[in-house]
């Protein structure tokens, strides 16, 4: 019979089990950082009609879409969780309580140039608060909270929360009469990390700004200090300009419910060069670094916008959210060392039964499972080298070996597989529950 | 500016909040009794190459999915979750230890014909035991354990899991001379609940079978009486054919190790009308019914097949497995009432600020959520009719009011919003914590 070569398409993560443990539980602990804020989770369906998901999209992220027929139906598979959110406010907004706190984990399809660490099926992890007609600010400074409770829960310290504040950013560049410029500007300050002080000016200047425009906004850029210093000299700069004033006062407002809510100083900090895309965002946006691993990029971000589905609905719905690819940082936690491959197993402990009298063995796995330890057994007929060898190999913490001395004497050794320790105990499962860890 | 309708599309489930907070509890007491059980998560694109998805497939299957070239790429989104299991498990084979214990739970797309109660896209809650080489019957006889376990915490008691084995059927259907026929003899006494025995009958005639040979099927099909009875006869029928020989003592061991798992005998049978597919399967058999519910068909179904992927590799990879279909299942549940949409929030508790100082209210969420209560503060600056009406409609269980009054005596009440009881306690996370229920 031809075999046919079982491929996984490339851009496609699949992960051997002993990875997928980890990646499950690091979606786990996001997913319940989430609700510990009292978010809601909704599903939306991977497919949408083209008309629906599409109705905003267009240039780089039309190219790149999932998009065919079924029969006459024009379909197209979700890009991100935003798209599938407005709609799903616009559509249910009878049925909903605002401010609307959504969660939603889920895979979204991008048809990316296949390269290293560029996924084209992969997990975001959102949240979003959306508000009927207006949002409070202070919902601007809860974000961060989650953001910084969610990586401290995956086990980061050493991570800072950058924030900054679009209309800041937009009032400058009106104030200096750079509103045309202004996307070209912040996509060449974006750079600044990569390409360096100098050139950033230089490649300003190419646009044909004036040499004293120019050294305004690398003043503006160059804003150093405590977060609370930078607020000052924005406020010193005496920027002309209502947007600017607002945006500052803004920024100020949303630093100090921040600190209300408690987020330690050393995770959070003020970024004037921070600009998250070109259009959506109207206020508050966020970068996330790990600052040993800066070369990641962000690893979570997201901002406050005016209106989530103006393409669906005449209602405003202002909101502000944030969003973790989990699927490429998981694979940059693996390649970093970040984390470790070492739980193999989802079993607590691997009975091993050793006698033909399977009764035993049978209702000592059941007993553990009623008591909530997640039980194996080995139940293939092999000698013990392959047995072990199995033991071995699952990576389970625990075994016992049944024999039929051990159900005569009603008596079990249960071994440590990762100390090879072993501690004789009777055979049930209250027992043997015991003296798990 | 012209709005697009926000439509879902048909055959698709979408739920609102509080249907999505149950369903997603379903889903996790499924996958926390699979992993009780030991098995190990996976988790396979939902696109994958078409040449590897339809390696086997044919017929209604390939009909029904959805596939479409993106660039020169022949792409289809998979239609169950055992087919990307074979591509898995032959791709990863160095790398897996046998036997493999796995559990998927993911959505797959059927372009089903739209019709209520149909889905184009649902979940599917999978595990499978496959064996290298060659693999125990008493794995045969833990999937049912899992099933029960699974229904069982799901809240369920009046359910029967009904056993066969297709050796038994394929044995019996050699002996008559009817092997040739035996595909449609098992579609026709698949109607039996629906048709009942006479139409049966007269349908088998009309294959061209002799009265006598009907009438031995009629017999066959007609076995009833306890487990044991009805093996007892099985073996009784003097069917003088090994592989009927070779069903009939698989079916007796796989019961008497059912037994050993302690399922009670209440909740399983041997059911000899059931045969699951066609060409698939190749012994134990197992479909599940609600009692109450006959007209829902089967919740769970499964079985023991001799090959997992030959269509990929030459290695024999026998195994069994169990899928249940949860979007439908839940749909149904909802329908008939079998559960309730109660709880419409993921908050413990909301806390509402009624001062301008948002200090305390902020830091108490901040603490309560530390000690893992979810935790929501309402943001919004509204009165506190609006306020209270939010409370009602999200559902949540507490809400705490803090005005500058309960600042100032360091005392807030908690009032339970099913009740409308109210406790007073100190304004500190421990002591409101130890107030919930």
């Known amino acids: 019979m031809q075999k046919t070569e079982p491929r996984t398409l490339p851009g496609f993560m699949e992960l051997l089990p002993n990875e997928q443990i ?36 267009g240039g780089e992220t039309e190219k790149q879409i999932y998009r065919f027929n079924k029969g006459d139906t024009d379909l197209s598979l979700r890009f991100d969780l935003t798209v599938p959110l407005a709609k799903y406010v616009a559509k249910n907004y009878a049925n909903l309580s605002f401010p609307f706190r959504r969660y939603q984990i889920g895979k979204v399809y991008r048809g990316e140039r296949a390269q290293k660490g560029r996924y084209r099926e992969f997990y975001q992890c959102d949240i979003d608060i959306i508000g009927d007609g207006e949002l409070s600010l202070i919902n601007d400074s809860e974000l961060p909270l989650v953001i910084y409770t969610t990586f401290k829960k995956m086990g980061f310290d050493n991570f800072t929360i950058k924030i ?48 004293e425009t120019a050294q305004t906004i690398i003043k503006f850029i160059k804003i150093i200090g405590s977060t609370d210093e930078k607020i ?33 100083e050393n995770n959070f900090t003020v970024d004037l060069t921070i600009a998250r895309g070109l259009d959506y965002y109207t206020g508050t946006v966020y970068e996330t670094f790990l600052n040993e691993y800066r070369e990641l990029g962000s690893i ?37 060392n970040l984390i470790n491959v070492n739980k193999k197993s989802i079993s607590d402990i691997l009975i091993i039964p050793m006698t033909e009298n399977m009764e035993v063995p049978l209702k000592l796995a059941t007993d553990l499972r009623n008591l909530n330890v997640n039980t194996e057994v080995y139940l293939e007929n092999k000698k013990i080298k392959a047995k072990m060898k ?48």
């Open 22 to 57: 980890l990646f499950d539980k690091i979606k786990q602990t996001i997913e319940e950082t989430y609700k510990n804020f009292g978010f809601l989770p909704i599903d939306t369906p991977i497919i949408e009609l083209s008309s629906v998901l599409l109705a905003k999209a």
């Open 300 to 336: 979570c971000s997201g901002g406050r916008y005016e209106n989530l589905a103006e393409n669906y609905t005449d209602k405003k719905l202002p909101g502000v959210g944030i969003s973790i690819g989990l699927t490429r940082l998981f694979s940059k936690m693996l390649e970093l």
């Open 232 to 264: 000052q000299k924005l406020e010193e700069m005496q920027i002309d300009n209502e947007m600017f004033k607002k945006g500052v006062e803004e920024l100020k407002q949303v630093v100090k419910y921040i600190r209300l809510f408690g987020l330690p």
């Open 164 to 211: 900054n504040n679009r209309k800041i950013l937009n009032g400058l560049y009106e104030a200096i009469g750079q509103k045309d410029n202004s996307v070209e500007i912040m996509r060449i300050i974006d750079k600044i990390d990569k390409i360096g002080e100098e050139n950033v000016k230089e490649e300003i200047l190419k646009l044909g700004v004036s040499a």
């Open 390 to 437: 199995y033991a071995d190999r699952l990576g389970v913490p625990y075994i016992i070996v049944i024999g039929d001395n051990e159900i005569e004497q009603n008596n079990v050794k249960i071994k440590n597989m990762e100390t090879g320790e072993e501690v004789e105990t009777k055979l049930e499962a209250e027992s043997i529950k015991g003296l798990l860890k």
